[in-house]
Nanobody, 118 residues
Framework: VQLQASGGGLVQAGGSLRLSCAVS????????MAWFRQAPGKEREFVGR????????TYADSVKERFTIYRVNAENTVYLQMNSLKPEDTPIYYC????????????WGQGTQVTVSS
């Protein structure tokens, strides 16, 4: 299973970006898909996830009401729509997948950099 994240870039505070994570191999609709982010020297932070079985999404409090995760099973792709971006949303974003019924994210993308300027 391979995950390819893309869509990062430079944006001004208050702007929007959409990240994509394309999955190849495996069965996409059996994976819970998640986004994490990590700034240099900091712990990796959970951003949100889309549950494989019912599509229910869960978000970290820091991004709730601003970020939206949605998946398009026909494209084997999960998206992270980020609105009202803040400078603290700046780190590298990673997508991850875990098989339904497991607790560990076994598959990770390579990361995409988001930079929000103030």
């Amino acid at each position: 299973v391979q995950l390819q994240a893309s869509g990062g870039g430079l944006v001004q505070a208050g702007g929007s970006l959409r990240l994509s994570c394309a999955v190849s191999g495996g069965t996409f609709n059996s994976y819970t898909m998640a986004w994490f982010r990590q700034a240099p020297g900091k712990e990796r932070e959970f951003v949100g996830r889309s549950n494989w079985s019912n599509g229910v999404t869960t978000y970290a409090d820091s991004v709730k009401e601003r970020f939206t995760i949605y998946r398009v099973n026909a494209e084997n792709t999960v998206y992270l729509q980020m609105n009202s971006l803040k400078p603290e949303d700046t780190p590298i974003y990673y997508c991850a997948a875990r098989s339904g019924g497991t607790s560990e994210y076994a598959y990770w993308g390579q990361g995409t950099q988001v930079t929000v300027s103030s």
